[in-house]
C-alpha cells in the first residue's frame, strides 16, 4: 500500500507587506497625508507663501539694478521651492515615525514603495501650486524678463520641488528628531547652492569643485533655468537638464523607500 505524499504549505504571514505597488494604497495614503496638512496651516504657508515672500524681498532687494533679478531670478525660483519642500516633507515624515504612525501603517497591508509614493503624490501635489504661485508672481507680477516660455520656467520649478521633496522623505530614514532633519540641511543644501552655479560660472571653479558640481542635481537645476533665461526655444540642453532632475528625483524615491525605516532608533 502506498503512502499518500503530503506538500507541506508555508502560509504567508497575514502582515506580510505586499511586494508590488497599489494605486488604491498609493491614493489612500496620498489623501491621508493631505488631510493631514489641511489642519496644519503653518506648514501649508510655509510650503505655499515663503517662495513668494523670498522672491519678493529678492526683487525689490535690487530695485536700482532690475537686471539683477533678471540674471538669478530665475535660478532662485527653482531652488526656494527645493528646500522648503526638503524642510517640510523631511521635518513631517520624521513626525510620523517618532508619533508611531508610521509602525502603525507599516504594520498593514501597506508596503514601503505605496507609503513614499502616497507621500510624494501628497507633497507633488502642493508642489504644484507652489511653482504656479512663485512662477506667477516672478514672471507676470515682479516683471522677471525671460526669454523663454514661462511655463518651461514652471516645470522645472515643480521639477525641483519633486526634488526637494524625495530629498526630505530619503533624509529622515537618518534623522532621529526633527531637530536632526534641519541640521541635514547644511550637509544636504548648502553644498549643492554653493556649487550650483548660482554665484559664479560652474567652469570657473577650482576644477575639483567643478568636478563635484556635476554630480549634483541642483547645478542642473540652475541650468535648466538659465537655458529658459537666454533661449525662446527649448533646447537639447534644457531636455537634458530637465531629465537629469527628474531622474535623480526618482533615484531618491527609491533609495528613501528602500531605506524608510518603521520608528527611530
Known sequence: MTTPRTTTVTPTP????????????????????????????RTIALLLLIPCVMLFLLRYVFDGNPRTFD????????????????????IATLRERTSGTLERLLAMPLG???????????FGT???????????????FLGLD????PWLLL????????????????????????????QFMP??????????GLFTPRDTMHPVLETVSDVLPMSYAVDGMNEVLHHTDMTATFVRDTLIVAGCALLVLAL??????RRTA
Open 14 to 41: 497575514p502582515n506580510a507587506p505586499p511586494k508590488t505597488l497599489s494605486m488604491a494604497r498609493t491614493t489612500a495614503t496620498t489623501t491621508r497625508v493631505l488631510r493631514q496638512l489641511t489642519h496644519d496651516p
Open 187 to 196: 550637509a544636504v543644501i548648502f553644498p549643492q547652492l554653493l556649487l550650483c
Open 126 to 140: 502642493l508642489a504644484i501650486i507652489q511653482s504656479a504661485l512663485a512662477t506667477g508672481l516672478a514672471v507676470w
Open 256 to 261: 528613501g523607500a528602500a531605506t524608510l525605516r
Open 155 to 182: 516645470l522645472v520649478a515643480l521639477l525641483d520641488a519633486l526634488l526637494g521633496t524625495a530629498l526630505g522623505l530619503f533624509v529622515s530614514a537618518f534623522a532621529a528628531s526633527e531637530f536632526q532633519a534641519v
Open 146 to 149: 525671460v526669454t523663454g516660455s
Open 71 to 90: 540674471s538669478i531670478g530665475a535660478s532662485l525660483l527653482g531652488i526656494f521651492p527645493l528646500i522648503t519642500m526638503f524642510l517640510v516633507t523631511s
Open 112 to 122: 514601503k514603495g505605496d507609503l513614499i509614493a502616497g507621500y510624494a503624490l501628497a
